[in-house]
C-alpha cells in the first residue's frame, strides 16, 4: 500500500484494517457535542484509503466539508487475540501519524439518521499516513504531544496523555472482538481543535519522536 521509512530502510504497511476510536480525548467529545463514552467508540477505514507523506488529499464531490483529524497510529507487530491489558505492549510494531480524514457534513447526516460513518470516513486517500515508523521501544504513546497546522496556522494541540482510554486498553479491548493481525493500525483518537480543509490547503501533522507529516489538499 505504502512504503514508509524505518530507521535505515523501509517497511511496506499493508493492513488487513484500520481500527480507529472516536472521541478519545474529553475536550473533542465537547466540541463534537458528544458524550464521553464509557466504553471504546470503534469505526474501520479501509486500507484503500491510505496514501503516504507527499501526497495529494483528495476533496471528492460528494461532500462540501472535510475535517482534519490528527491521531497517534498504532501499528502491530504480531497477532493479538484476546490479549490482555498486560500482554499487549508486545504485540506493538511501532508507532506513526494518521490523519482520520473525515467528511463531516455526511456523517452528521449519518449520525441524525443512526447510520454508520463509513461513507464519511472511507474515501480514498483520507487515511495519510507517515513520515515514518518508530519503533515500539523508543516512543512511550502515555505521553507525547500531538499538534496540526494547516497553511502553518495552529489548529489541533495536545498530547496523548489526555486519551481516555490507553494504547494498551485499546488493544486488548480491540482484540477481543477482531484479531488484529501484523500491518493492521488502531488510530487513537483526535484532540480538540478539529476543522475544515480547503483546496490548495497545506497540513502539516506533527507528533513528537515521530516527525511531520505533510500532505496537500485537492478537490477533484
Ligand atoms: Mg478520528
Known sequence: MVN?????????????????????????????QSAVPKEPVLFLK??????GPD?????????????HEVELAVIIGKRAKNVSEEEAMKHVFGYTILLDLTARD????????????????GFDTFAPVGPRIVPADELAPESVSISLKVNGELRQRGNTR????????????ISRIMTLEPGDIIA????????????????EAKIEKIGVLREKVRRI
Not at 188 to 203: C, H, L, N, R, S
Request: aromatic share 6%; no cysteine; charged share 25%.
Open 4 to 32: 514508509l521509512p524505518l530507521k535505515n530502510g523501509e517497511v511496506e504497511l499493508i493492513p488487513t484494517k484500520i481500527v480507529a476510536v472516536g472521541r478519545n480525548y474529553r475536550a473533542h467529545a465537547e466540541e463534537m
Open 46 to 51: 479501509p486500507p484503500s484509503a491510505i496514501i
Open 55 to 67: 501526497s495529494d488529499i483528495l476533496l471528492p464531490p460528494q461532500t462540501r466539508r472535510v475535517e
Open 106 to 121: 455526511l456523517q452528521a447526516e449519518a449520525k441524525k439518521r443512526g447510520l454508520p460513518w463509513s461513507v464519511s470516513k
Open 162 to 173: 489526555d486519551m481516555i482510554f490507553t494504547v494498551p486498553f485499546l488493544i486488548s479491548y
Open 188 to 203: 487513537t483518537g483526535t484532540p480538540a481543535g478539529v476543522g475544515e480543509i480547503k483546496d490548495g490547503d497545506v497540513i
